[in-house]
């Protein structure tokens, strides 16, 4: 382990994202409702930058120079998406700042694409939606809304259809430039949870314990493979390959072509809620679960190369939805003992 970072005053932990890497920094939630930047080489802290109070997560996303921030429910009507200075954390707009509604929270972390940034919504009355803005000035491009609904998953925009998962059990294909519905997926098992990822024209989405593979410009089913409790564990997607895991502690390995299952490994290492970091070099995965434990894991194979317990380990909980990222070598991940932590990947 190289170096853990733990915040002073309230914290709710890291689970619930990620952090993003950049330009020698890695930026975090920290605390209710703070944002902070870190140097990557040894964790010392460069800023802090408060947002608004009666935050319960925060989660970021970078585009052309602005690092973004989403703020989900607030008990008022506020501000819930920011621009910020990546190098000073200053805020340079909020989506309230230019006479745009007010939204009731934004459900998981920003899209981007092109200069453009996309959030699911909520609103007080009780509908939600998908609105895109631009990423430097934070100027309203459009907004599209589901009446009477809410988002329950981050967007995913691939060739220019932005596709997003509501509470009425629909996945929806919207168009990048306009919010125009494209297709939607319609009666799943059970309201989607974890964020879409695309590949080779087909976009995969999970519900229940099913895994579904969409054309991206239609929507129309290609493949269906069942698999167990998937709960909001994002997919990370390679070439011929697409790995998930499960809330029973298996992480698969499935071809992206036709669903046939490459391999299936029990990590026994309780849920896994995020997304696995891929790195091609080394031709590993590294997978953040329950019990505070990083596990390395061979892409070829299953096997499981390494097991990293991190704080106190099982006394804390775990890692949850923090997906790690891989950032020159190092691995950053959060955790519910409320730290974050940089962990040297996996030499060759």
Not at 41 to 52: D, E, H, I, M, Y
Not at 282 to 309: E, S
Request: charged share 15%; proline share 5%; glycine share 14%.
């Amino acid at each position: 382990m190289t170096w853990t970072y733990r915040p002073s005053g309230p914290n709710n932990g890291f689970q619930d994202w990620g952090p993003v890497a950049s330009q020698g920094r890695i930026y975090s939630p920290s605390g209710l409702n703070q944002v902070v930047a870190l140097d990557a080489k040894n964790g010392k802290p460069l800023w802090s930058q408060s947002l608004v109070s009666n935050v319960f997560t925060v989660a970021l996303a970078e585009a052309d120079g602005v690092l973004l921030a989403t703020t989900a429910i607030t008990t008022s009507p506020t501000s819930t998406l920011f621009g910020l200075a990546p190098a000073s954390g200053k805020v340079l707009w909020d989506n309230r700042g230019q006479g745009q509604p007010a939204l009731g929270g934004i459900e998981g972390a920003p899209a981007v694409a092109e200069g453009v940034v996309y959030v699911g919504y909520l609103l007080y009355e009780g509908s939600g939606g998908m609105a895109a803005f631009e990423a430097k000035s934070g100027r309203l491009l459009w907004r599209w809304q589901n009446a009477g609904h809410s988002p329950t998953t981050s967007p995913m925009v691939s060739g220019g259809c932005v596709v997003v998962g509501f509470d009425d059990h629909v996945c929806y294909g919207l168009d990048a430039k306009t919010g125009e519905k494209i297709w939607l997926f319609g009666a799943l098992p059970e309201v989607m949870s974890a964020s879409p990822a695309a590949s080779g024209g087909q976009v995969f989405v999970t519900a229940g314990q099913s895994l579904y593979a969409l054309d991206l410009a239609t929507g129309q089913p290609r493949w269906q493979q069942s698999l167990g409790p998937l709960g909001a564990s994002s997919l990370a997607v390679t070439g011929e390959w697409l790995f998930l895991g499960t809330r029973d502690s298996r992480l698969y390995a499935v071809q992206v072509s036709d669903g046939t299952t490459g391999w299936t490994t029990n990590l026994e290492a309780g849920a896994i809620e995020g997304a696995p970091a891929i790195d091609l070099q080394r031709h590993v995965l590294y997978v953040g679960a329950g019990r505070n434990q990083v596990l390395t894991v061979d892409m070829a194979t299953g096997d499981v190369l390494d097991r990293l317990t991190l704080g106190e380990g099982g006394k804390a909980g775990g890692i949850w939805r923090s997906s790690p990222a891989l950032y020159q070598r190092r691995l950053y991940i959060g955790s519910l003992d409320q730290a974050l932590y940089a962990i040297e990947g996996r030499r060759r």
